[in-house]
């Protein structure tokens, strides 16, 4: 027997829902409302997209291809050295200035940035180890245990694709049928709480419980 008519359940998307885990600013600000955000939910295309490309590019060698790290950045850096060798005693003859040595390397700003989000999580996880947040706490270590012994069971390239694929896809996914997502969610929560309370007052309830015995005070 169905819990929700369709009448309660077409009023209750009208209206809208609770909002999943309880959010209250949007999406892309509850992501970091930055260039990460707006990588995740695809609102800079062409940067989403070459990374969803790296990434699979990166997968396959490891996975299908079977490289090692060590051999793909042999190979990757004798490319490159290849391409400037090439590059450099060509560009006299074409009338095209040569490669420079500061066109390769990383801009002091991108090192920065890297830095310090590195720096953040180290402050936030060292937080979170001296015990401020218990619940935070206990669903980290019950987090990281459960991703143990995935470890065991699955291949960590496929494991770290799938991650990345998911973090891809999904903020984007659930943004676009964000409505539809938030409506199912609550009315699942509810079912499961109703479900509950049956539970509880058809089995738990009449569970026979000896008598509480009395503390005698000398």
């Known amino acids: 027997m169905p819990i929700y008519s369709s009448s309660d359940s077409d009023n209750s998307l009208h209206k809208g829902s609770t909002r999943l885990f309880g959010r209250q600013r949007p999406l892309h600000e509850t992501l970091g409302g930055g260039k990460v955000a707006d990588v995740l939910l695809w609102k800079d295309k062409a940067v989403s997209g070459w990374m969803l490309i790296g990434a699979t590019l990166i997968w396959f060698l490891f996975e299908v291809a079977e490289y090692h790290f060590i051999t793909l950045m042999c190979h990757v850096i004798l490319v490159l050295m290849f391409i400037i060798f090439i590059w450099s005693n060509i560009a006299p003859l074409v009338q095209r200035d040569p490669p420079r040595a500061h066109e390769f390397l990383l801009s002091e700003s991108s090192c920065k940035y890297a830095f310090s989000k590195v720096n953040s999580i180290l402050v936030k996880l060292y937080d979170l180890s001296c015990g401020r947040d218990w619940k935070l706490f206990f669903a980290v270590i019950g987090f990281l245990w459960v991703l143990s ?18 973090l891809e896809t999904l903020p984007a996914l659930y943004e676009r049928y964000e409505r539809e997502v938030d409506y199912m969610a609550e009315r699942g929560s509810q079912d499961v709480k109703k479900l509950y309370n049956k539970f509880d007052s058809r089995v738990l309830a009449k569970i026979p419980r000896g008598p509480v015995k009395e503390k005698r005070h000398k």
């Open 149 to 166: 012994i995935v470890g065991n069971y699955v291949n960590s390239h496929n494991l770290l694709y799938f991650v990345f694929i998911c």
